[in-house]
Nanobody, 123 residues
Framework: QVQLVESGGGLVQTGGSLRLSCTAS????????MGWFRQAPGNEREFVAA????????YYADSVKGRFTISRDNAKNTVNLQMNSLKPEDTAVYYC????????????????WGQGTQVTVSS
C-alpha cells in the first residue's frame, strides 16, 4: 500500500510560482513512478508531469513544458512539482499519483492517488 499526501497549493497571481509536494508512506516509494495530474471544474483529469522510479526520466504535458519541473527525493519519500510562470488556465486541483516502476501519462495506469491540493491562479 502507498498513501500519498499533497501540499503546497494556494492562490497566486499570474506569472507567480508555487511548489507542490507529495509525501508518500510505504516501503515501495523508491520503486514507484510518480505522476502529477490536474482537474479543473467541468474538465476531465489531465496529465501534467511524471518521473520514473529512479528519477532519470521525466515527462511533461505540452502545456507546462518549460514552466513546470518534477523532481523526487527517494530518501525523503517525496516528489515535487515546481510551477513557474503560472497562468489562469493552470487553475485546478492537482493530484499526486503512483504506479510501479514505469512512468506513463495515462491516469488509469496509476493505482494510488492523493486527495489533491487546490491551485488557483488569478488574472
Amino acid at each position: 500500500q502507498v498513501q500519498l499526501v499533497e501540499s503546497g497549493g494556494g492562490l497566486v497571481q499570474t506569472g507567480g510560482s508555487l511548489r507542490l509536494s507529495c509525501t508518500a508512506s510505504g516501503r515501495t516509494f523508491s520503486t514507484n513512478a510518480m505522476g502529477w495530474f490536474r482537474q479543473a471544474p467541468g474538465n476531465e483529469r489531465e496529465f501534467v508531469a511524471a518521473i520514473s522510479w529512479g528519477g532519470g526520466r521525466t515527462y511533461y504535458a505540452d502545456s507546462v513544458k518549460g514552466r513546470f519541473t518534477i523532481s523526487r527525493d527517494n530518501a525523503k519519500n517525496t516528489v515535487n512539482l515546481q510551477m513557474n510562470s503560472l497562468k489562469p488556465e493552470d487553475t485546478a486541483v492537482y493530484y499526486c499519483a503512483a504506479r510501479p516502476f514505469i512512468a506513463t501519462m495515462t491516469s488509469n495506469d496509476y493505482g494510488y492517488w492523493g486527495q489533491g491540493t487546490q491551485v488557483t491562479v488569478s488574472s
